[in-house]
């Protein structure tokens, strides 16, 4: 070796880290490990910020529906278990499911509202209803990479079909189980193809992208009642503002949060903080007649999916 | 004789028909004279508790305390209209009852107000109407909870500041290229 | 010394090797892999023509293979990160014969992983709306921004030490090799000559990177565990998960680097600086790192496990007893108890040992990817019956696709860069030798303009 090199390790300077002190090294590593030590906490932080307000909408400006007095209406929805039998007594699919199924042409075999038959702490079951709940905390507004997934200044959760890029993060979000993807070509009747999309009317579906319960907002800002709500046989949906403190079944017009707090209303999985819209009244169908020890509710079924030619369901 | 038995009869029978009558109008008589006056407020808007107040007395004055009075609100909502219970009071001691009511629509409210007096049989009502004007928006719904501070912002500055550190490594590509031209030392071949 | 130039001319023939000569082994082996490739493109064509349908995926289980091989594929590429960023910091000498390696396997694992975020989506042709319309909120969008912030980094990082060695190609081919190689070769040496100014400069670029890179790759999987743990489903609402996917991003990684090495170290011949002992130090950390998972494992199911919430005791059964059983059990066994087994008796503890359980690590992580993803979304949410899914042949195909991908960039790799850092081994081995010896005055080196940065 040449003389000049057996000399200080300055003197040919090793190309790397050797020339920065190991003490100093180590404590810009300590500095280091030490911000990254509450990563670990991160998730729970996170996920308890949500969209402090409405996000706009993507479909471009819309004006909201409002009362006379321009109050931007809340929708909210309050199901009366006791009046809820599954359509045990109408002897057929939940009407409430076939009706939404019909009016939104929705593929077999998505069920935007599903009634599930839950078992009762103390023996039993009860049959429950459950549309999207339009939670005011949404899992899956939260974590839409593109928003595609958004909230509306009247409290509910849609999605823009034409944004959705079908990555399903939203479908592992929900702890409902209400969304649904269209993993083939959906069926669309010829007259549907025609149909002016827009995110509260999901006409046509698009294939590789989600769906689900809407809460009807294009019928409601109109004055209607949802398809649900009118077609159950029982009136156990009701259908109302949180904002005009109303609701009605289509029989009768109640002021809504008297007749949540007088008949000890409850929401799903309430733990979870998701803070839905959606409200239940207790109960079994025992208001119409139906024994708490009598199990099983036919199935859905598309009838309408029969009209389209090489209709594809898939499972769910 | 048979004239002071026929009158005397008569007489009897006038009574009963009387009293009979008398009983019969009694009871209701004795509802229908209780005094109801209603005192609804004059102005009242959207998210402002008003007093919806009614005064019950008896025919002679005194109060009627204790009667459970039940406030009834016409409602209409997507084409359905009913009366809807928008809560109860009890009379006090002055013979009022006082509902504290927070309106949530604008325009003519119909109340009604339904009560048993003590000892009736059938419930009574009245209806009084008052006005609403409009307010501000009641009900928003904030999603989570806002923490200062944890925002997206501070995940952009953390990003930039990485890409500005590896910018600054490119420039030393930059000055090793540049380099290049310097000071070679001496060719020499074979063994290194 | 005559000694120690014949070991340098030794060092740099292994590394100019493969780019002098081709074998007809290696174009079997790229046809191979080209052909398994072009199959999983067919296969993808046909998602791309009907949809996600022909996959198992379906609403209750809405992830599945694709995800679990992404999260796999960016779990390995924490090789490079380990072995050339934590070990260059702490001066492990031993490393430097397989840092190139290791850097290279972090840039492709990152291009096949995101590869398959692209695979799984429902409308592939709107994938820049995650750039175009990203939600600083969403978890994916975390992911992209520190996928691709660790792509950029690896990238710098794999050619920045590259840089000598590149120059010791340019000037040691040049007109023995193709004119696009030589111009390759040229531009990327950028004009490193191995002067006083460009060492400097080099040194002080590495010592950034290398700690740079190491809060990033940290971060990556991080991110990557967070798009299950923002979620609120049973098994996966877990504040552990964040430590417990970096963990075995680490531990996997380990494990493709033993595989790739002695695949390469039996192709080319490096057995000379590829030893034993490089086998055995990675041996060491994989099972030291299998010991880390085990603790992660046994919080993450003791702490379930004794309380039993309601969802909490479907998964536990699922895992150890029903659906999953076969695979988690392998996982847990072949996985992380082999490796450390395997690395204490002495009987197993050597280069043939530790790539076998090198192998059963790589397969065990894919399995507990799957199984974590799978698992998860099969906890019912509401009173329904679990449902079940099974990957179609598409989804097999488009993972062998993936391998091949992976294989193939490795091999293409191999054939047009130096694979092992010569200057970097070179260093080690003057240091070594240099202990060795006293005061011996040498022949003079001198120092070339190319290759070694010592002089």
């Given amino acids: ?316 | 004789m048979n004239a002071t038995i026929r009158q005397t009869v008569r007489a009897a029978l006038v009574l009963v028909a009387v009293g009979a009558l008398t009983v019969a109008l009694a009871a209701p008589a004795v509802a229908s004279h209780v005094t109801v006056r209603t005192s609804m407020p004059s102005a009242g808007a959207v998210g402002e508790i008003i007093p919806l107040a009614i005064d019950l007395h008896t025919p002679d004055g005194a109060p009627l305390s204790g009667t459970t009075v039940t406030y009834y609100l016409h409602m209409s909502f997507a084409g359905v209209e009913g009366h809807a219970v928008i809560g109860r009071a009890v009379t006090d001691d002055a013979g009022v009852a006082a509902l504290r009511y927070e309106p949530r629509t604008t325009g003519l409210h119909q109340v009604r107000m339904e009560y048993l007096a003590p000892g009736a049989t059938t419930i009574e009502s009245v209806v009084a109407t008052f006005d609403v004007a409009g307010g501000t928006q009641l009900v928003r719904s904030a999603g989570g909870v806002d923490i200062p501070g944890i925002n997206p912002g501070l995940l952009m500055v953390v990003l930039g500041g990485v890409w500005l550190i590896l910018l600054r490594v490119s420039f030393r590509l930059v000055a090793i290229a540049r380099a290049g031209g310097a000071d070679v030392p001496p060719e020499g071949d074979g063994p290194r | ?455």
């Avoid at chain 1, 810009?28 to 670990?40: H, K």
Wanted: proline share 8%; hydrophobic share 45%; charged share 15%.
């Fill in chain 3, 1 to 455: 010394m005559a000694a120690l130039s014949g070991w340098q001319e030794r060092l740099e023939e292994t590394a100019l090797a493969p780019v002098r000569r081709t074998s007809r082994r290696f174009w079997a082996l790229v046809a191979a892999e080209v052909a398994i490739l072009a199959w999983g493109l067919y296969a993808y064509s046909f998602q791309l023509r009907d949809g996600l349908v022909v996959t198992g995926m379906r609403d209750r289980i809405s992830w599945g293979l694709y995800i679990a091989t992404f999260v796999f594929f960016i779990g390995i590429s924490h090789a490079g990160t380990l072995i050339s960023a934590i070990l260059r910091v702490s001066q492990a000498r031993w490393r430097t014969p397989v840092t190139r390696i290791a850097e290279f396997i972090t840039v492709v694992a990152l291009i096949c992983g995101a590869a398959f975020v692209v695979i799984d989506l429902g409308r592939p042709d709107r994938v820049l709306f995650v750039f175009i319309y990203g939600r600083w909120q969403s978890p994916i969008i975390w992911d992209v921004l520190a996928i691709t912030t660790y792509l950029t980094a690896s990238i710098v990082y794999l050619f920045v030490p590259m840089i000598p060695d590149l120059a010791l190609f340019r000037d040691s081919l040049k007109g023995r090799t193709s004119r696009w190689r030589a111009w390759l070769y040229r531009t990327l040496a950028i004009g490193w000559n191995g002067n006083v100014g460009q060492r400097r400069s080099l040194a002080a670029a590495i010592g950034v990177l290398m700690i740079l890179i190491m809060p990033i790759a940290v971060s990556v999987h991080t991110v990557v565990s967070w798009i299950f743990a923002m979620t609120l489903r049973v098994p996966w609402n877990s504040a552990l998960f964040g430590a417990f996917f970096v963990a075995g991003a680490i531990f996997s990684g380990i494990a493709i680097l033993i595989v790739v090495m002695a695949i390469l170290r039996r192709a080319y011949k490096l057995h000379e600086y590829v030893t034993e002992k490089q086998f055995l130090y990675l041996g060491y950390l994989l099972a030291a790192f299998a010991a880390i998972m085990i603790y992660a494992n046994i919080n993450e199911l003791l702490i379930h496990g004794y309380k039993l919430e309601e969802g909490a005791g479907f998964h536990l059964r699922q895992l150890f007893l029903n659906d999953f059983a076969p695979l988690f059990w392998f996982y847990l066994i072949g996985g992380l108890f082999g490796p450390i087994a395997i690395v204490l008796f002495p009987a197993t503890r050597n280069t043939r040992g530790i790539v076998a359980a090198a192998i059963l690590v790589t397969v065990a992580m894919w399995i507990e990817r799957y199984v974590i993803v799978v698992s998860g979304l099969r906890v019912p949410l509401m009173p329904y019956a679990p449902a079940d899914y099974a990957p179609t042949w598409v989804e097999w195909s488009i993972l062998a696709g993936g391998l091949a991908l992976f294989a193939l960039l490795i091999t293409l790799f191999t054939k047009l860069f130096p694979i092992i850092a010569v200057w970097e081994v070179a260093e080690d081995h003057e240091a070594t030798v240099s202990a060795f010896e006293v005061t011996s005055p040498a022949v003079p080196e001198m120092p070339a303009p190319s290759g070694g940065t010592y002089s």
């Fill in chain 1, 1 to 316: 070796m040449p003389p000049e090199q057996a000399a200080t390790p300055e003197s040919s300077p090793k190309p790397w880290g050797a020339t920065i002190p190991r003490r100093r090294l180590l404590r810009m590593l300590g500095l280091g490990a030490l911000s990254v030590a509450p990563m670990s906490v991160l998730p729970e932080l996170l996920r308890t910020v949500g969209p402090g307000r409405p996000v706009e909408p993507v479909d471009g400006p819309r004006k909201p529906a409002t009362t006379r007095d321009g109050r931007i209406r809340q929708w909210t929805m309050i199901i009366d278990l006791r009046s809820c039998d599954g359509c045990q007594s109408v002897g057929g699919p939940p009407r409430c499911t076939a009706a939404c199924i019909e009016g939104h042409l929705a593929p077999e075999p998505m069920e935007w509202i599903e009634v599930y038959e839950q078992e009762l702490a103390g023996d039993g079951t009860r049959f429950v209803p459950t549309p999207c709940q339009q939670c005011q905390n949404p899992p899956c507004v939260n974590v839409c990479p593109v928003g595609a997934t958004f909230s509306t200044p009247e409290g509910t959760v849609l999605i823009d079909q034409d944004r959705c890029i079908g990555c399903r993060i939203c479908m592992a979000a929900c702890p409902y189980d209400r969304r649904f993807f269209n993993w083939g070509e959906p069926p669309i009747p010829p007259a549907a193809l025609l149909a002016d999309y827009s995110a509260e009317h999901q006409v046509p579906a698009r294939k590789g992208t989600v769906m689900k319960c809407d809460f009807c907002p294009d019928m409601a800002r109109a004055g209607t009642l949802p398809y649900c709500v009118q077609a159950c046989p029982n009136d156990a949906i009701y259908y109302g503002d949180l904002e005009e403190d109303i609701a009605t079944n289509g029989r009768v017009v109640v002021a809504a949060s008297r007749f949540l707090a007088e008949n000890d209303a409850f929401r799903q999985r309430e733990e979870l903080g998701t803070k839905p819209r959606v409200y239940y009244i207790p109960g079994h169908g025992e208001a119409v007649g139906r024994d708490v020890f009598t199990p099983g509710r036919a199935p859905a079924e598309w009838p309408w999916t029969e009209i389209v030619d090489g209709a594809q369901p898939w499972q769910r």
